[in-house]
């Protein structure tokens, strides 16, 4: 059998990293490679390696002209396979301010931004739902903002239509809809375009309390995790649910975190049994297992880059990992936010242009902040929630962030962009 071009273009590259090595006095480094890739015939000292790369990064400059100046692309995403040395224009965790600050009745455990970056919602332990308004957040915790009257107030509206604590909240791919999960095993959609009206346009009742939803990109699908093994996905429009075929592909316990791709062709799931499942997105058929993904522990989220091509993950073990789906490997592990089991389930979140990681230490109520390419460690950001932080959410197209928390409030945080 033929082997393909890629296998042979590796083999070379093998070789000239072997020769590579030799030339330049590591025999014990090129040792341990000859032992796991053996090269046959044996490899010379050479220093072709180098001479390549020279005339490769010659050519990459010749290329880009004048971009070699701005290596960076606003909002372009992550994307490892081609980048090198990123100039990074965006704010990291440290810079970042709390604007505004609202609070519940009780215990905030999640919130979200809309898709456009112009309205976030937070939901309570008293089963309420608060919408509110990006601009006027904005405008509030500016210093000459002096305004108090009720169309400037940053809270819209608040929803009262589940009767126990909201666990998840998703807005709409496009449309002006907001899906709410809760314990009393509904799914709410609300439009929040009507103002007066505080009801809920579409319910879903399934049998198992709600732990999270996920819009499939083009709206009309939503995937769903409960408190139960089996994944659901649900035609919003006629309110059918549809579950995988094969019984032997699902999580054997409780599913508590789901996210479609945003190409659609795949979704996640994470499960207390610590395994992270990938879906294929037509066929609902398990394609992928990361079994073990958190030495164990249960999963607290799972977040695709927007290329689809990589899946950042949180679970109880306290560490954020980055996959690259294509090969099925973990690429980076982020460490440092706390060396103990986490008790809360808490997500890891890109930054709007995956620059960042951003993730709660529960110990210290503060947010660390790593390089997403590098799991470069940043300076922490204090959180200021007096108690223990629930859920964060970051806007899609700005430096803004949501945190809730325990102590009943949620707050809004903002960064003012960099000077470039």
């Known amino acids: 059998m033929q082997r ?153 509206k608040t929803y009262y239509d589940h009767v126990n604590e909201i666990t998840c909240i998703e807005f709409h791919p496009f449309e002006t809809l907001m899906a709410s999960g809760a314990k009393d095993k509904m799914i709410k959609v609300y439009d929040y375009s009507k103002t007066a009206s505080k009801k809920a346009v579409k319910t879903i009742e399934d049998v198992e309390p709600i732990k999270d939803v996920s819009y499939h990109p083009l709206g009309d699908w939503m995937l769903v995790g409960c408190r139960h093994p089996v994944a659901r996905m649900y035609n919003i429009e006629t309110g059918a649910s549809y579950v995988g075929a094969n019984p032997k592909e699902h999580h054997i ?40 993904a958190h030495g164990g522990e249960p999963i607290n989220s799972v977040r695709f880059s927007k290329n689809s091509r990589y899946l950042l993950s949180s679970g109880k073990d306290s560490l954020v990992k980055l996959w690259e789906i294509g090969t099925s490997r973990e690429l980076l592990t982020y460490t440092g936010a706390g060396s103990t089991r986490m008790t809360k389930r808490v997500p890891a979140v890109f930054n709007h242009t995956e620059d960042y990681v951003f993730f709660p230490d529960e110990g210290a109520t503060s947010l660390c902040c790593w390089s997403s390419r590098n799991g470069e460690r940043m300076r922490l950001l204090p959180l200021m929630h007096g108690r223990p932080v629930r859920d964060l959410a970051h806007s899609p197209v700005q430096a803004g962030m949501m945190t809730c928390g325990d102590d009943f409030r949620a707050r809004f945080w903002y960064a003012k962009p960099l000077d470039v």
């Open 4 to 156: 393909s071009a890629a296998v042979k273009d590796k083999d070379e590259l093998y070789r000239a990293i072997i020769s590579q090595l030799l030339y330049d006095g590591y025999q014990a480094q090129a040792l341990s490679i000859i032992e796991v890739v053996m090269p046959n015939p044996e490899c010379p000292p050479s220093a072709r390696l180098l001479s390549l790369f020279q005339k490769g990064l010659a050519a990459e400059i010749e290329e880009k002209g004048e971009e070699k100046q701005s290596l960076y692309v606003p909002t372009s995403g992550i994307d490892l396979e081609y980048e090198s040395d990123v100039i990074i224009m965006t704010p990291e965790a440290v810079n970042y301010d709390t604007v505004y600050v609202t609070s519940h009745k009780d215990p905030c455990k999640t919130t979200g931004f809309s898709h456009d970056g112009q309205f976030a919602a937070t939901g309570s332990s008293d089963a309420s739902i608060k919408l509110l308004d990006i601009d006027k957040m904005l405008i509030k915790g500016t210093t000459d903002a002096a305004s108090d009257s009720a169309d400037q107030h940053p809270v819209l």
């Open 253 to 292: 316990k409780a599913i508590s975190t789901c996210r479609f791709s945003p190409s659609a062709r795949i979704y996640a799931t994470g499960g207390k049994d610590g395994k992270i499942k990938i879906w294929d997105g037509v066929s609902s058929r398990c394609v992928q297992t990361f079994h073990d």
